[in-house]
């Protein structure tokens, strides 16, 4: 199955992402494809957020997005990319590439919604080549029991609202048990002052394909 449809999130996404961006999520998304090069496969493109961000080192980025209307701005925000963008239907458990074929993988915000993330670990595994990167910026579960208290008492709700996301997926704990090797990592809460915020510890980091 290539496509999940969600048109309300599709709708409201781009829309809280904006206020994000300018909160300092644009920074990070600089901070996560910085020096990124050769051939990359970004999964759950969304509306294509990342794509600005991309270095003129990156020969070609194919973006993989499954929602209709999301993938259809990324398709829009693809045409002013400074690097060469493809965006096609797909889902990140069941990726439509060959072995060892890409260079960078990078996954973005993505990881906590997707059905069976361990799966689409194995995936980006597979398409990259050895010694390729997995490059990841997603918000994960907390450090502290109180969050994490917090988070699953938000997660009866909290998929509902956001496209069967998830608060609390050890995601970092995941990359670091499924083939690849951690390079660096930066934990962080964002918003900064975002307590009452379930969704606020967030990571960025590089993992190389072991």
Not at 13 to 28: F, I, M, Q, S, T
Not at 158 to 178: H, M, N, V, Y
Request: aromatic share 8%.
């Amino acid at each position: 199955m290539s496509d999940l449809s969600h048109p309300i999130f599709a709708r409201l996404y781009p829309r809280l992402a904006a206020g994000c961006a300018k909160a300092g999520g644009d920074a990070h998304r600089a901070e996560l494809l910085a020096d990124a090069s050769g051939r990359v496969l970004e999964v759950g493109a969304g509306y294509g957020a990342n794509f600005a961000h991309y270095p003129p080192e990156v020969t070609e980025v194919v973006a993989v997005e499954p929602e209709p209307l999301l993938r259809a701005k990324a398709a829009r925000a693809a045409a002013a990319a400074p690097v060469p963008v493809t965006v096609r239907p797909g889902v990140a458990e069941d990726l439509d590439a060959d072995d060892a074929s890409f260079d960078v993988a990078v996954a973005s915000l993505v990881l906590c919604s997707v059905r069976d993330p361990v799966r689409a670990l194995a995936e980006l595994r597979r398409v990259l080549r050895p010694g390729g990167e997995l490059r990841y910026y997603e918000h994960v579960r907390g450090r502290t029991p109180r969050k994490v208290r917090f988070q699953r008492y938000a997660d009866l709700v909290w998929p509902f609202l956001a496209a069967g996301c998830r608060l609390t997926r050890p995601t970092d704990e995941w990359i670091a048990r499924s083939g690849f090797t951690v390079r660096r990592e930066r934990h962080f809460e964002f918003p900064a002052s975002a307590r009452a915020n379930p969704a606020s510890p967030h990571v960025i980091g590089v993992a190389v394909r072991d």
